[in-house]
């Protein structure tokens, strides 16, 4: 049996519905997969051992809280054995920065301010020169809906928020997309070279839990933009070694497709909504371990 370790963290923020499903999946075809927790201190020996097998990143999702410690773990174990998805792209969708990438590169993308840990800079402010009446802001470097809030300048509490958000690390602001209330936000499931399927997400704050939808087929239009998104993204020579993605999308006020999120490290894929798409990943982790 060919081995692979999955990534997680101990305990979950959150329930994981993908990892049983993989787990079995995996079994099913030879593949002896274990959970492997990124941050146990018995995983820091891995360094050091003769052959580690290859690592699947899934749900990693306190990475947020000791940002520099998975950034070290995750070059030393990527010098030690194969990774999925590959370092160099999840480094560079660590910080969500791309998204000023993507719109600089032309792939409509939710417009985003960004400002830094401990700038002096109100919430009126940074929005003095827009016009948006009602925003979100989310941490820079963050998962789910982790200090994610919904917004007007002129609430009581607004700056309040803001300021106890942005000393403690860099943040975003984006206009709040109406749109997500209605025809929802969109996640694009993307699994070795295709999308497989979307699920509607309902819109999410603070503690608030994810509700998703059962499957849906991806449009015409969803594809070319996730397909622009991932071009920009992953560099043509690693784009064979990409395993999996999630493009999130909705429309603006004027009804264009945009980017909100491109989820390239841990996210959720919905594995439950579509077998085929687990029936995907697995086949891809089976002929890729075979090939080894």
């Keep these: 049996m060919d081995r692979l370790f999955i990534a997680t963290c101990r305990p979950l923020p959150e329930p994981d519905p993908d990892e049983d499903l993989?787990?079995?999946?995996?079994q099913a075809v030879g593949i002896d997969a274990q959970?492997?927790?990124w941050h146990d201190c018995a995983i820091a020996s891995l360094e050091s051992a003769e052959s580690v097998p290859p690592v699947l990143i899934r749900s990693t999702w306190d990475y947020i809280h000791r940002l520099n410690e998975f950034t070290d773990w995750l070059q030393t174990i990527s010098e030690q054995t194969i990774v999925w998805n590959p370092w160099p792209v999840m480094?560079?969708?660590?910080?969500?920065?791309?998204l000023l990438g993507l719109s600089q590169a032309g792939v409509p993308s939710t417009p985003t301010i960004l400002q830094t840990r401990g700038c002096s800079v109100t919430l009126k402010q940074?929005?003095?020169?827009?016009?948006?009446?009602?925003v979100v802001i989310k941490p820079a470097v963050g998962a789910g809906s982790y200090?994610?809030?919904?917004?007007?300048?002129?609430?009581?509490?607004?700056?309040?928020?803001?300021r106890e958000s942005v000393e403690a690390r860099d943040m975003l602001i984006q206009p709040y997309l109406s749109s997500v209330e209605g025809e929802g936000e969109r996640a694009l499931v993307w699994i070795d070279g295709e999308f497989t399927h979307a699920?509607?997400?309902s819109p999410r704050f603070a503690t608030d839990s994810e509700q998703v939808s059962a499957a849906l087929p991806v449009t015409l239009e969803e594809r070319a933009l996730g397909e622009a998104a991932l071009k920009v993204a992953i560099?043509?020579?690693?784009?064979?070694?990409?395993?999996y993605a999630r493009v999130d999308v909705a429309r603006d006020a004027q009804g264009e497709l945009r980017v909100m999120e491109l989820e390239l490290i841990e996210?959720?894929?919905?594995?439950?909504?579509?077998?085929?798409?687990?029936?995907?990943?697995?086949?891809?982790l089976r002929q890729r371990l075979t090939a080894l």
């Design 22 to 26: 993989l787990l079995r999946a995996c």
């Design 35 to 37: 959970m492997l927790v």
């Design 91 to 98: 480094q560079a969708n660590l910080h969500k920065r791309y």
């Design 126 to 134: 940074s929005l003095a020169e827009t016009a948006w009446h009602e």
């Design 147 to 162: 200090s994610t809030y919904r917004l007007r300048a002129e609430d009581p509490d607004a700056e309040s928020v803001w």
């Design 199 to 201: 699920v509607r997400k």
């Design 235 to 243: 560099p043509e020579s690693l784009r064979s070694q990409m395993l």
């Design 267 to 284: 996210p959720s894929l919905f594995l439950a909504q579509h077998p085929p798409a687990l029936e995907r990943l697995v086949a891809a």
